[in-house]
């Protein structure tokens, strides 16, 4: 498998890379390990942050989704990624810090951030659905408003989770 992939990345062009480009490669993978390690999470609540809300399910599913492959496969993939470049390997020091230096806050302000961001969106979403629900003589808003109450609440364990996770 690996013989196939080096036989396909071979080239007919002499191709003259860039003299920082194992650094700029490096850089990049560093940042991708880190948001495989805990970034994870910031996928799952940005997901269900839009569920809760009904803005768009498919794209909700979608980042939810890509949260769990994240989590699953991401160290391994990026590990084979810089193995095939030749860069070195990518640690947990090496992406922690070019992780603070690429976006400026660690994992745990971002996530805190977002933890904060989705008690609100519950909040609320919880709030209207309520609202929705007592209006008297309209069923269609009933049935709104039961739908946004349920999506706040099945947001509402992944919100504990993250409150927890951020001492983990």
């Known amino acids: 498998m690996l013989s196939l992939v080096l036989l396909l990345l071979q080239s007919p062009f002499d191709l003259q890379l860039p003299?920082?480009?194992?650094?700029?490669?490096?850089?990049?993978?560093?940042?991708?390990?880190?948001?495989?390690?805990?970034?994870?999470?910031?996928?799952?609540?940005?997901?269900?942050m839009v569920y809760a809300t009904g803005?768009?399910?498919?794209?909700?599913?979608?980042?939810?989704?890509?949260?769990?492959?994240?989590?699953?496969?991401?160290p391994f993939i990026l590990n084979l990624f810089g193995q095939l470049s030749g860069v070195e390997t990518i640690t947990i020091e090496s992406a922690t810090t070019t992780w603070l230096s690429v976006v400026g806050m660690t994992d745990t302000e971002l996530i805190?951030?977002?933890?904060?961001?989705?008690?609100?969106?519950?909040?609320?979403?919880?709030?209207?659905?309520?609202?929705?629900?007592?209006?008297?003589?309209?069923?269609?808003?009933?049935?709104?408003?039961?739908?946004?109450?349920?999506?706040?609440?099945?947001?509402?364990?992944v919100l504990a989770f993250a409150h927890v996770s951020i001492w983990l």
């Open 55 to 74: 803005l768009s399910d498919g794209l909700a599913k979608i980042l939810v989704g890509f949260g769990v492959v994240l989590y699953f496969g991401g």
């Open 112 to 157: 805190s951030l977002l933890v904060w961001l989705g008690d609100a969106v519950a909040a609320i979403c919880i709030l209207v659905g309520a609202i929705l629900y007592f209006t008297p003589n309209a069923n269609d808003l009933t049935g709104r408003g039961k739908s946004l109450m349920v999506r706040a609440l099945m947001l509402a364990p």
């Open 19 to 48: 003299d920082a480009w194992f650094s700029t490669v490096y850089d990049i993978l560093n940042v991708f390990f880190a948001l495989a390690i805990r970034g994870y999470i910031i996928f799952v609540l940005i997901g269900m």
